[in-house]
Nanobody, 111 residues
Framework: QVQLVESGGGLVQPGGSLRLSCAASRSIFSFDDMNWYRQVPGKQRELVASIFTSGNTNYADSVKGRFTISRDSARDTVYLQMNNLKPEDTAVYYC?????WGQGTQVTVST
């Protein structure tokens, strides 16, 4: 059993930045990959970014060059640094590892 707890969401103006954190209840060292998804009401959950044990990363085209995913195995935490945020980035962001999901954190980009 793994618990994932996200934090760091909030309200930010367009062009601003936020850093989301996902703290795991046990070591993430052995996790094959960890992911950030986002979802807006009425739409399917969208894969935003992934990071693998190799250190390789993958991003949705809509966030490439603006978002950066990273992992700190010593803290059992995965981060999503989001820069140059746009109103269309507004969503609930979820951390995921395999079958485990966090509760989500709201990100709102608005003036």
């Amino acid at each position: 059993q793994v618990q994932l707890v996200e934090s760091g969401g909030g309200l930010v103006q367009p062009g601003g930045s936020l850093r989301l954190s996902c703290a795991a209840s046990r070591s993430i060292f052995s996790f094959d990959d960890m992911n950030w998804y986002r979802q807006v009401p009425g739409k399917q959950r969208e894969l935003v970014a992934s990071i693998f044990t190799s250190g390789n990363t993958n991003y949705a085209d809509s966030v490439k060059g603006r978002f950066t995913i990273s992992r700190d195995s010593a803290r059992d935490t995965v981060y999503l640094q989001m820069n140059n945020l746009k109103p269309e980035d507004t969503a609930v962001y979820y951390c995921n590892e395999g079958k485990y999901w966090g509760q989500g954190t709201q990100v709102t980009v608005s003036t």
